[in-house]
């Protein structure tokens, strides 16, 4: 909450106070995920079962089935095992990497003792149906297995969706199967002058911008029984700063990694961007082709979706009525932004960056902000702010980027007309992605018994029905014995949310204040929830 701040919320801040923010953000995120490792832990170590066998549990954290592909993590002393369910349903698995681990890294006590036998550490792939609001468990058994992948070099990637190629330049050109439209030149760089300051983005008057149309890429491409992979590199001449820029140079350089995968059963490309700069005073976009001309752009905000034109009328008149900015349509998303029209849609998801525009003759393009470059905290006179600085005119060059940066984004597409609901859901399945925790015998921290016997395969909700409503958080009552749970609608029509495994409902406020019951029928409660309205649940 210390860096929810107005001016650290939003980056304006200098250099120092930026890396307080970044240094209190590492440590939230640090005791966040070591909570959600050590319940993993707790609830795995409870599984009454009378196997001995090293386990693996898949958890899904969306309240309905999951049958899809998803990674986990395998350390063990076995050169070769086996996975089986609780019933003894044996599960394919491929083996993606393999890595030799000291054992003094499992526990040190184990080299105290002087055993040095290596452990291996495994990165494995896997399809499987997961309990709705679960978790599904896995024996690690002895045996002779192919510990080894299945992938082949390709020049396309053939899924159920999609038909995929990388071109010379590293962009990519898509086949929808779904649609029969083809996409090219996706994931094409665009790079401009950034004249602005920490609050604003502001281009050099009469500049051409530098696209990657011509660069020189190395790809690898790789499809396996579960779907493809692609990895990309290539190296954007850029000029080093805005002097640069003005007299026309290309003396310095962006180099971008891109790893692509796609599942063959689902309609979405995962893209995880590895980005090194060494520019300054610059913006780098990632661009996106639909084929929709477009009027408005949809996207997600708290609990809901918003609209917005794809260019804001008041450009006409910004100045002549004395505007102190001029109003751009360069918005924020949360988890999803796209275009669409009555026969289908392409959109965007991300887990990291959230500003896009929608750019092009035909506004037909997403243009995906991957990251801006500037060096002073407040600037006067900008083209698109005239006038006074918004903030003091303070140098940061933290702010210009140099160095690594990493991001995660995806592109999904669907045929027929737009559901909010439907996109929303994706969007949530994207950024809630399968948990796994492997329990082995050895443990650097140790912990006792909990007393509390959890079962092999386990589900607490289960969404009933037709898709129609978004999750937003279940979560621990604040002061009763109970779960909340907190649910919206995106769409423009009413929606009843049918949830299965409570005894008890009632409708609560946000403050968790009761307002009335719920009938439960058989630990099925119905809930209806209006347009663009949050409804919270407390269930016992």
Not at 242 to 260: M, P, Q, Y
Not at 425 to 437: N, P, V
Request: charged share 30%; with cysteine; aromatic share 10%.
């Amino acid at each position: 909450m210390k860096n929810h701040a107005h001016d650290s919320i939003g980056c304006c801040c200098s250099d120092k106070v930026h890396r307080e923010i970044r240094n209190r953000l590492f440590i939230a995120e640090e005791k966040t995920d070591q909570l959600i490792e050590f319940y993993k832990r707790k609830i795995t170590d409870a599984i009454q079962t009378d196997r001995t066998e090293d386990r693996l549990t898949a958890f899904n954290l969306l309240p309905y089935k999951r049958n899809e592909v998803f990674t986990a993590t395998i350390i063990t002393k076995l050169s070769s095992f086996q996975l089986e369910d609780e019933t003894g349903n044996r599960i394919d698995f491929e083996v993606l990497e393999k890595e030799v681990i000291d054992p003094g890294l499992i526990d040190r006590q184990i080299v105290h003792y002087g055993n040095y036998d290596p452990f291996y550490k495994y990165t494995v792939q896997l399809k499987d149906t997961i309990p709705a609001m679960g978790y599904k468990t896995y024996f690690i058994l002895e045996g002779e297995n192919s510990m080894d992948h299945s992938f082949k070099e390709v020049n396309t990637i053939e899924t159920d969706f999609y038909s995929i190629s990388v071109n010379k330049n590293g962009t990519l050109k898509i086949f929808d199967k779904q649609t029969n439209e083809l996409f090219d030149q996706v994931l094409l760089l665009e790079n401009g002058g950034d004249d602005g300051d920490e609050y604003d983005y502001s281009p050099l008057l009469g500049e051409k911008l530098i696209y990657s149309h011509d660069v020189e890429a190395k790809s690898i491409v790789r499809q396996n029984k579960y779907g493809g992979e692609i990895t990309i590199s290539l190296c954007l001449p850029v000029p080093s700063d805005l002097e640069a820029r003005k007299n026309g140079e290309t003396d310095c350089s962006v180099d971008v990694k891109w790893h692509i995968t796609v599942a063959k059963s689902k309609p979405i490309l995962h893209i995880h961007a590895e980005i090194e700069n060494y520019a300054k005073d610059h913006r780098l976009r990632v661009l996106v082709p639909t084929k929709i001309a477009s009027r408005v752009s949809f996207a997600d905000n708290q609990f809901g979706l918003i609209k917005r034109g794809v260019f804001d009328e008041a450009m006409g008149v910004w100045e002549k009525e004395g505007w102190s900015e001029r109003p751009d349509a360069i918005y924020p998303m949360l988890s999803f932004v796209g275009l669409a029209n009555d026969n289908r849609g392409v959109f965007v998801l991300t887990n990291s960056t959230r500003e896009y525009e929608i750019v092009g003759d035909k506004f037909d393009t997403i243009a995906i902000t991957l990251f801006r470059s500037i060096g002073v905290l407040g600037k006067e006179e900008l083209i698109r702010r005239p006038g006074r600085p918004s903030g003091i005119k303070l140098p940061t060059p933290d702010s210009q980027m140099i160095g690594k940066l990493e991001l995660d984004f995806a592109i999904t597409t669907y045929a027929g007309t737009f559901d909010g609901v439907k996109i929303a859901r994706i969007g949530k399945e994207y950024t809630t992605k399968i948990e796994t925790y492997n329990k082995i015998p050895y443990d650097a921290m140790k912990l006792n018994p909990s007393g509390i016997h959890t079962p092999a395969n386990f589900s607490l909700l289960e969404e009933i029905g037709e898709t129609v409503g978004v999750i937003s958080t279940l979560k621990k009552a604040e002061k009763e014995d109970a779960l909340v749970l907190r649910l919206y609608n995106p769409s423009e029509q009413g929606v009843n949310v049918k949830m299965k495994g409570a005894q008890q409902a009632s409708e609560v406020n946000l403050n968790e204040t009761y307002l009335h019951s719920l009938d439960v029928e058989q630990g099925t409660f119905t809930l209806f929830i209006k347009p663009n309205e949050v409804k919270t649940v407390q269930l016992k």
